[in-house]
T-cell receptor, first 117, second 111 residues
């Protein structure tokens, strides 16, 4: 299994530009999560999907951020316009719900390191 | 808002020493997970504890869930350089898939 795939691995852009991060979850997984990690704030959940439907987007910082999951094998996180404070490592994770009334393992991708100048 | 506080935030010790990392909250969680993250990679699950007072062992790592399900600890015996990394605890509500992560403990084991 290839695991969770994220692209690009590194992105450097200028303030005001649009940035699109991509994620391919593990095949068969029904949950997909987007996280942001910084030294100051740690690992923060931005949004998560179940069966391609957004369930909780309360962690999305503001309207400049949007996420979509058009199908079970692909999701995007878009920032428009980007700002220097958006610089962070963005992780995508997926999990398979065993419906056993417990929290299942989340499998993380390698992350996208975003730098906004 | 549920919060998890980890301590210490940074720990640097010599190979062969023992250490304990703590994860505390004022909230009750149905389960708690521990992840390890290495530079340039995403976190990887080490263990999930689900019962108050539960103890799980993974080779030289011992994980404990507090009786009140508000705290957890990770104890490493005879630490090795390969244990170096960022250790994250994460809590969840009953049956929920959403995790709340602690800030992490950055552990360095010096040869």
């Amino acid at each position: 299994d290839a695991g969770v795939i994220q692209s690009p691995r590194h992105e450097v852009t200028e303030m005001g530009q649009e940035v699109t991060l991509r994620c391919k979850p593990i095949s068969g997984h029904d949950y997909l999560f987007w996280y942001r990690q910084t030294m100051m704030r740690g690992l923060e959940l931005l949004i998560y999907f179940n069966n391609n439907v957004p369930i909780d987007d309360s962690g999305m910082p503001e309207d400049r951020f949007s996420a979509k999951m058009p199908n079970a094998s692909f999701s995007t996180l878009k920032i428009q316009p980007s700002e220097p404070r958006d610089s962070a490592v963005y992780f995508c994770a997926s999990s398979f719900s065993t419906r056993a009334l417990r929290t299942d393992t989340q499998y993380f991708g390698p992350g996208t390191r975003l730098t906004v100048l | 808002t549920q919060l998890l506080e980890q301590s210490p935030q940074f720990l640097s010790i010599q190979e062969g020493e023992n250490l304990t990392v703590y994860c505390n909250s004022s909230s009750v969680f149905s389960s708690l997970q521990w992840y390890r993250q290495e530079p340039g990679e995403g976190p990887v699950l080490l263990v999930t504890v689900v019962t108050g007072g539960e103890v799980k062992k993974l080779k030289r790592l011992t994980f404990q869930f507090g009786d009140a399900r508000k705290d957890s600890s990770l104890h490493i015996t005879a630490a090795q350089p390969g244990d170096t990394g960022l250790y994250l605890c994460a809590g969840a509500d009953w049956g929920a898939q959403k995790l709340v992560f602690g800030q992490g403990t950055r552990l360095t084991i010096n040869p």
